[in-house]
């Protein structure tokens, strides 16, 4: 019974360490963003990639509130995975410190830069007493000096840059598929498609354009820009990853036959 009161202890206090150097509440935070629809970051010669499974749970609700990709700045976009709550206070804290980069030096921040100011401010999380971890974990993407960079941020405080990665449900099997099709000399249309098939690849090989969403920053502008629906189905019918509610159709009329 003493050993379950002390396991319970380490379980529910953030600052503590258990015998074996974890912090709980960290990996719990860690599970939060599994349970998250996946989002996708892929880096290519031309710009950077961001893909996300915006699923929508019922027909009455609106798109448009359904925000998975984010703009920091011009240059640099986010997506998220976990939390939606805590993702869009790490999205304003971004915001906020890519303005005061402007305002104090005069040019805009540099992608890793901004990754670990955030990250410095998850980690607070992680060592003060009576808050909890952030539940969130993002994809950062944008171009610094005509140079595309790709990070990820962890519940931890922890930074990593990637060339191309999966947050999110069924990280595993997309990541195994990145691994496999991922080629540093593709251009950001191929980028764009070797996100959507990943993403099609744990979703039965077939998405709408209205149930994902596309973002990409490109070298030679240096902007962030998200596809439009037009956009996303060319991509997904040139693929041939398109949705058509066949197979909803042809179950329809099999309950009707019955």
């Given amino acids: 019974m003493q050993g379950q009161n002390q396991q319970q202890a380490y379980d529910r206090g953030i600052t ?29 010669s031309d710009g950077v990639v961001l893909a996300v499974d915006k699923r929508i749970r ?20 986010i997506a998220s995975a976990g939390h939606v709550a805590d993702a869009r206070q790490l999205i304003d804290f971004a915001r906020r410190q890519a303005q005061v980069n402007q305002l104090r030096y005069g040019e805009p921040v540099g992608v890793e830069t901004l990754t670990k100011e955030i990250t ?27 140079e595309p960079r790709l990070f990820e941020t962890d519940p931890s405080g922890t ?12 990280r595993g099997d997309i990541r195994d598929y990145l691994e496999e099709h991922y080629d540093e000399g593709m251009d950001l249309d191929e980028g764009v498609d070797l996100a959507l098939a990943a993403l099609a690849s744990v979703n039965d090989d077939e998405l709408s354009p209205e149930g994902i969403g596309v973002a ?8 962030f820009g998200q596809l439009t629906d037009e956009e996303k189905e060319a991509h997904l019918a040139e693929a041939d990853l398109l949705d058509t509610g066949e197979d909803a159709d042809d179950e329809a009329e099999d309950a009707t036959e019955e």
């Fill in 159 to 170: 930074p990593y840059e990637w060339k191309a990665l999966a947050v999110g449900a069924d």
């Fill in 58 to 77: 019922s027909p009455l609700m609106e798109r448009s509130s359904v925000e998975k990709i984010h703009k920091a700045d011009d240059h640099i976009g």
């Fill in 216 to 223: 990409t920053v490109d070298v030679e502008t240096e902007t």
């Fill in 16 to 44: 503590i360490f258990s015998p074996d150097g974890r912090l709980y509440q960290v990996e719990y935070a860690r599970e939060a963003v599994k349970r998250g629809t996946a989002s996708i970051g892929v880096r290519t």
């Fill in 120 to 146: 410095d401010y998850i980690q607070q999380y992680t060592q003060v007493g009576g808050a909890r971890p952030f539940g969130v974990a993002l994809i950062i993407g944008g171009i610094v000096n005509g």
